[in-house]
């Protein structure tokens, strides 16, 4: 425990309408605490304009100019992989009071808002470092967000034919996909986007990625996992001559003849766990691993 003032950054969506109560709720403790909480600028207003919310007294920042002990990411998952991008390199540990559905990252129940809170400051918690990737474009430029804690990407663009992915790994060639796109992730995201196209539950901390082909044409192409010291290279074939980019859900088009380059990110995002939950317990409740519902 420290003796020193926490400062609490707050980041949320403008969108969901059932947060206020558990927000009031981290508001009030840390304020009984004494803790500083700032707030980025456009949730506060959305909080004030839409929820009502008295925060006219509360300190604000724009962008990534901000400096917080802990960052806190009101919503689901979806919020605290843009939580997570907008950390970036400040390495500020990140907890997630999950206001979605399933809440693999974003895992504080809102009726746990005060014992995640007072673990923080009790220094009762343990931190995880996961992975994350970057991507870098040649022959084309990217405009939209380069880094990703779950995954990046590659997807056609329109309904009907399947791209070709020229995939190298470390200038060696593995294989050309033809397929409706092919997902790298992260450990992290082993359980998102990967999972649902077959790709395996990667633990975290294991150093890994993994490619993950999107409804490939043939069966016997099955997911690849590489080190995450690997750069992986991507050039696509379309019939439409585009493609989409998806940097953790996040979709850009790009023009064929664009090299796609995915590697690990210069550096790692930080998670706040209780000190009681561990990720295997996690799978099996979030997976429903064990569950007999006749």
Known sequence: MTNKQLTFAFFGNTFQLRKSTSLARALDYLRSRDERVIFDRPFRDF??????????????????????????????????????????CKNTPIVGINMGRLGFLADVLPDEVENALAAIIEGDYKIERHTAIEIRTHGGDFEGCHYALN?????????????????????SFLVTYQADGLVVC????????????????IVP???????????????NVRPVVISD??????????????FLVAVDGRSYTMHEGTTVSIQKA???????????????????????WGADKR
């Open 266 to 288: 210069p550096f790692s995002t930080l998670i706040m766990k209780p000190n009681n939950r561990n990720y295997f317990s996690s799978l099996r409740e979030k997976m429903m």
């Open 47 to 88: 909080l004030m304009h839409d929820q009502h919310l008295d925060l006219s007294d509360v300190e604000v920042f724009d962008g990534d100019d901000f400096d917080a002990d802990y960052a806190v990411s009101i919503g689901g998952d979806g919020t605290f992989l843009k939580t997570a991008v907008r950390i970036g």
């Open 205 to 219: 901390q294991t150093s890994t990625l993994c490619l993950t082909p999107v409804a490939p044409h043939s069966l």
């Open 151 to 171: 995954d990046i990407a590659v997807l056609k663009r329109d309904n009907a034919s399947m791209i070709s992915i020229r995939t190298s790994i470390d200038d």
């Open 229 to 242: 010291n690997s750069r992986v290279e991507l050039q696509v074939e379309s019939r439409s001559h585009n």
């Open 186 to 201: 992260t450990p992290t995201g082993s359980t998102a986007y990967s999972l649902s196209n077959g790709g395996p539950i």
